[in-house]
C-alpha cells in the first residue's frame, strides 16, 4: 500500500467526468483527509461508476484541511478512520468544528470497526468499510440529501418564524380583527381587536353571540369568500355588514384564506376583518359633495349633465320621452341689494326645498348656478311637466316668508324639441325666457 507525501499534497488535485456526462451538471467537490493513495483512488473510481463528476483535492492532516476549508468550499468531506491526526473524542470534536457544516463520511479499518458508534455520536453523517468501498457512492447520496433537506428545514423554520411574527404582530394589532371559523361561519376563535371592534366586553361573549343558527355574523359563506385560487387558497376579499352588540351597523372588508381537509372540502376560513365604516362613510360624504350643490344640497351642474346623459341613453332604448323643466328666481338681485345676501341664499334655500318636495325618487332636481334650476322628469310628457312647473310657481307664490318670491319656468322633452343635451338646455332656456317676457308684458298692461 502506498503512502501520499505531504510534497505532493497541496498541488495533488484528481478530476473524474464519466463518459457522457460532459458540460451537464457541476462537479462533485470532495475533500479527502487520508493518508493512502490507493484507497482514495478506489474511492474515486467507485463514484466514477455511479457517474459521479467529481473534483477532489485531498489533505494530510487536520491543519491542511483547515487550509483547504478556508479557501474552498465542498459539498462532502471523506475522511480516514482512525487516524493519528484525531485520536479519541477531543480529536474528533475537532475535527467535527473544523468541516462545520460539510457533509463528513469516514472511510473505516477492521480496527475502527469498534468506534462506530462514537463516530456518529461526534457528528459523523456516514462511514464505509474499506473492504467495502463500492458502498461510498450511496452514502455520498445520503449525505447530500441529508443536507439538502436540513437546508430546506432551516429555511422552513425561518420562513415559519417569520410567520408567526407576523401573525402574532397581526393579532396584537388594534386594526385588525383575526378569527378563525368553520364551514357554517361559527366562530372558533378570535382576537381582541375583533371583540373590540364588535362592541363585546370578552372573547367569550362574542363566541357565545355568534350561533350560526343566529346569523349574527355574515362572512359571505357560500359566495364570494369562498371561491379559492387554486394556486395559494386565498380567498377573495369582500365587504359585508355586521351589527354591533349595541345594534349599530359595522362595515368590515373581509379576506383571508379558506381551510381545507385532505379530499379538498373547505371546512373553515381563517379571516382578518377591517372595519371600514368611517372610511365608506367619509367616501360616500365626498361623493355627495362633488354631485351636489354646497348652498342647496341639490344635484349641482355636473349632476345635473350626468343624469341628462343616462337619461338620453335610456330614452333611446326605451324610446319614452323625458322633460326638462328650467327655471329661474326672478328677481335675485333686488333681494341681495334689499336684503343683503344671506337674504338671496336664504330664498334660493326656499326655492330648492320646494323642488325637492315636488320630485319623485326617479327625478334629478339640481341648482344649474346662480338663480337658475333645474328637473329632470324621465317618462314624462311635455303636458305633464308643464303642470309640474305650474304646480312650483304656485308653492312658490304661497310661501308665505318674506321677501316674497316668484319664479319663471320653461318646459322642453325630448326627443321632441331636442336630441342633445346642449340642443335640450339651449331650448329650455329659450322657453324660460319666452315665459319671462309674456309675464313682464301682461305686468306692464296691467
Keep these: 500500500m502506498s503512502s501520499l507525501t505531504q510534497n505532493n499534497v497541496q498541488a495533488d488535485q484528481i478530476g473524474f467526468r464519466p463518459e457522457g456526462t460532459e458540460g451537464k451538471s457541476p462537479p462533485l467537490r470532495i475533500l479527502f483527509i487520508h493518508r493512502d493513495a490507493d484507497t482514495v483512488e478506489s474511492c474515486l473510481q467507485e463514484l466514477k461508476k455511479a457517474r459521479f463528476t467529481v473534483s477532489a483535492d485531498i489533505a494530510l492532516n487536520l491543519a491542511q484541511c483547515t487550509e483547504q476549508l478556508r479557501s474552498e468550499s465542498y459539498d462532502v468531506v471523506v475522511a480516514e478512520y482512525p487516524s493519528p491526526s484525531w485520536k479519541g473524542?477531543?480529536?474528533l470534536q475537532s475535527l467535527r468544528q473544523t468541516v462545520e457544516e460539510v457533509p463528513l463520511l469516514f472511510v473505516t479499518t477492521s480496527k475502527g470497526k469498534e468506534s462506530i458508534a462514537?463516530?456518529?455520536?461526534?457528528?459523523?453523517?456516514?462511514?464505509?468499510?474499506?473492504?467495502?468501498?463500492?458502498?461510498?457512492p450511496m452514502a455520498v447520496r445520503r449525505a447530500l440529501n441529508e443536507k439538502k433537506l436540513r437546508a430546506e428545514l432551516e429555511e422552513a423554520g425561518k420562513a415559519l418564524k417569520h410567520s408567526q411574527s407576523l401573525y402574532h404582530a397581526l393579532v396584537d394589532?388594534?386594526?385588525?380583527?383575526?378569527?378563525?371559523?368553520?364551514?357554517?361561519?361559527?366562530?372558533?376563535?378570535?382576537?381582541?381587536?375583533?371583540?373590540?371592534?364588535?362592541?363585546?366586553?370578552?372573547?367569550?361573549?362574542?363566541?357565545?353571540?355568534?350561533?350560526?343558527?343566529?346569523?349574527?355574523?355574515?362572512?359571505?359563506?357560500?359566495?364570494?369568500?369562498?371561491?379559492?385560487?387554486?394556486?395559494?387558497?386565498?380567498?377573495?376579499?369582500?365587504?359585508?355588514?355586521w351589527k354591533r352588540k349595541n345594534g349599530t351597523t359595522l362595515k368590515v372588508k373581509l379576506s383571508g384564506r379558506g381551510v381545507y381537509d385532505d379530499r379538498g372540502d373547505c371546512v373553515g376560513h381563517e379571516i382578518i376583518a377591517v372595519d371600514v365604516t368611517e372610511q365608506r362613510t367619509l367616501e360616500e360624504q365626498l361623493r355627495h359633495q362633488a354631485s351636489s350643490d354646497s348652498l342647496t344640497g341639490l344635484a349641482n351642474h355636473r349632476h345635473l349633465f350626468d343624469a341628462l346623459h343616462a337619461e338620453i341613453c335610456r330614452s333611446k332604448r326605451t324610446m319614452?320621452?323625458?322633460?326638462?323643466?328650467?327655471?329661474?328666481?326672478?328677481?335675485?338681485?333686488?333681494?341681495?341689494?334689499?336684503?343683503?345676501?344671506?337674504?338671496?341664499?336664504?330664498?334660493?334655500?326656499?326655492?330648492?326645498?320646494?323642488?325637492?318636495?315636488?320630485?319623485?325618487?326617479?327625478?334629478?332636481?339640481?341648482?344649474?348656478?346662480?338663480?337658475?334650476f333645474?328637473?329632470?322628469?324621465?317618462?314624462?310628457?311635455?303636458?305633464?311637466?308643464?303642470?309640474?312647473?305650474?304646480?312650483?310657481?304656485?308653492?312658490?307664490?304661497?310661501?308665505?316668508?318674506?321677501?316674497?318670491?316668484?319664479?319663471?319656468?320653461?318646459?322642453?322633452?325630448?326627443?321632441?324639441?331636442?336630441?342633445?343635451?346642449?340642443?335640450?338646455?339651449?331650448?329650455?332656456?329659450?322657453?324660460?325666457?319666452?315665459?319671462?317676457?309674456?309675464?313682464?308684458?301682461?305686468?306692464?298692461?296691467?
Excluded at 366562530?187 to 349574527?216: C, I, R, W
Design 89 to 91: 473524542s477531543q480529536g
Design 118 to 136: 462514537e463516530l456518529t455520536a461526534h457528528g459523523a453523517f456516514d462511514y464505509v468499510e474499506g473492504e467495502h468501498i463500492a458502498q461510498l
Design 173 to 241: 394589532n388594534p386594526a385588525y380583527g383575526v378569527c378563525r371559523c368553520d364551514a357554517q361561519g361559527k366562530f372558533l376563535s378570535v382576537n381582541q381587536a375583533l371583540v373590540a371592534m364588535l362592541g363585546y366586553a370578552t372573547k367569550e361573549e362574542l363566541l357565545a353571540a355568534n350561533h350560526p343558527s343566529d346569523g349574527v355574523f355574515d362572512l359571505g359563506t357560500g359566495s364570494a369568500l369562498t371561491e379559492r385560487s387554486s394556486e395559494n387558497m386565498r380567498t377573495n376579499p369582500i365587504e359585508v355588514e
Design 320 to 372: 319614452r320621452e323625458f322633460s326638462l323643466v328650467l327655471l329661474d328666481l326672478d328677481g335675485l338681485k333686488k333681494i341681495n341689494d334689499r336684503y343683503g345676501h344671506l337674504a338671496g341664499d336664504r330664498a334660493l334655500c326656499r326655492l330648492a326645498h320646494i323642488l325637492a318636495d315636488c320630485c319623485r325618487s326617479v327625478d334629478t332636481a339640481a341648482r344649474q348656478g346662480g338663480d337658475e
Design 374 to 446: 333645474a328637473l329632470l322628469l324621465p317618462e314624462t310628457g311635455v303636458a305633464a311637466a308643464t303642470m309640474v312647473g305650474h304646480r312650483i310657481c304656485g308653492l312658490v307664490a304661497k310661501d308665505a316668508e318674506e321677501p316674497r318670491l316668484s319664479v319663471s319656468v320653461g318646459v322642453v322633452s325630448y326627443p321632441m324639441d331636442a336630441d342633445t343635451i346642449g340642443t335640450l338646455l339651449h331650448a329650455a332656456d329659450k322657453a324660460l325666457y319666452a315665459m319671462k317676457r309674456k309675464q313682464a308684458k301682461a305686468a306692464r298692461v296691467s
